[in-house]
């Protein structure tokens, strides 16, 4: 009896320790990659926080496949329009002790010819990504660009990359142009409805934000869903998908406060001081509009 009530009881906690250990988790400030950078050849979950693993899922998948949708959520101009693209770069490593190098250094004659090809053979070949800006055609490392595209690219990453268990996202919108904003809310729907693994938890998305704009691309979304009129080539979103938490402090301490979502893309709670939609309580940056409460 003690049996079956020890697995009555953990049995449970099993599943939740499980799901979480597929859970991703993404910092609010991801790191960008400095000229030196190396990837990691074997896969580190801690260095997703600060956005690094994702460089290192580029560095080391097996096809193309994920390179090439990531840059078309990054350029497409019916999804995030940012301007760039990934492309990988390869080069020889010339080390100024290398034998190739002093060869060069004293001044090379036909001679050398030979030597010289075995010698390039041996250099190290360096992979890196660059970011290829569209407009003017010029390659420029991560670092060299905006915060805002290297922050995204983490993001973006996790989002594509095979589905397992849930991703963990703090303030996607930091450092990014609301017009880009509002297609992340179309990139995390694509994650979520979008193919699931065969075997395993599916995947989920928990987002914290600040972005109105991400919110109503979502609302957006759902009222097309409702109404059949979702653009060609866009996932759909319902309500039953959608779950709105508020946190906000009180007198109390901190409260979560859950908003109801309409099958038409509107919150179904309404203010407590009117019998307008509570959407003033989406943004603690700002008070309410309607009843002037923060």
Not at 16 to 35: A, E, F, N, V
């Amino acid at each position: 009896m003690s049996a079956l009530l020890d697995e009555m009881v953990l049995g449970p906690v099993r599943i939740l320790r499980d799901y979480l250990k597929s859970l991703t988790y993404i910092g609010p400030l991801r790191d960008i990659p400095s000229r030196g950078y190396r990837p990691r050849l074997s896969p580190d979950e801690s260095r997703w926080a600060q956005g690094l693993a994702a460089w290192d899922v580029l560095h080391n998948q097996s096809t193309e496949h994920l390179l090439e949708s990531v840059n078309d959520w990054l350029s497409s101009d019916l999804k995030l329009r940012t301007g760039y693209q990934l492309q990988q770069t390869v080069f020889k490593q010339v080390p100024n002790t290398s034998r190739f190098h002093q060869l060069f250094q004293r001044g090379i004659d036909e001679d050398d010819l030979g030597d010289l090809q075995e010698l390039y053979a041996s250099l190290k070949t360096v992979k890196e990504f660059r970011l290829l800006d569209l407009n003017k055609g010029v390659l420029v490392a991560p670092s060299d660009v905006g915060v805002g595209i290297s922050q995204m690219v983490p993001v973006v990453v996790a989002c594509l990359m095979d589905p397992d268990g849930l991703i963990a996202i703090e303030q996607p919108e930091l450092h990014i142009h609301p017009a880009i904003q509002v297609g992340l809310g179309d990139l995390f729907i694509e994650a979520t409805q979008g193919p699931q693994p065969a075997v395993g938890p599916e995947r989920s998305l928990l987002i914290e934000t600040h972005s109105e704009h991400i919110m109503l691309r979502l609302l957006r979304r759902v009222r097309e869903q409702t109404e059949n009129e979702i653009p060609p080539g866009v996932l759909g979103l319902t309500a039953d998908d959608l779950s709105v938490v508020y946190v906000e402090n009180s007198v109390d301490g901190v409260r979560f406060r859950p908003l109801r979502v309409s099958p038409d893309g509107d919150f179904a709670d309404r203010c407590a001081a009117t019998t307008e939609p509570v959407f003033c309580k989406l943004n603690s940056l700002h008070p309410c509009w309607i009843c002037g409460s923060g």
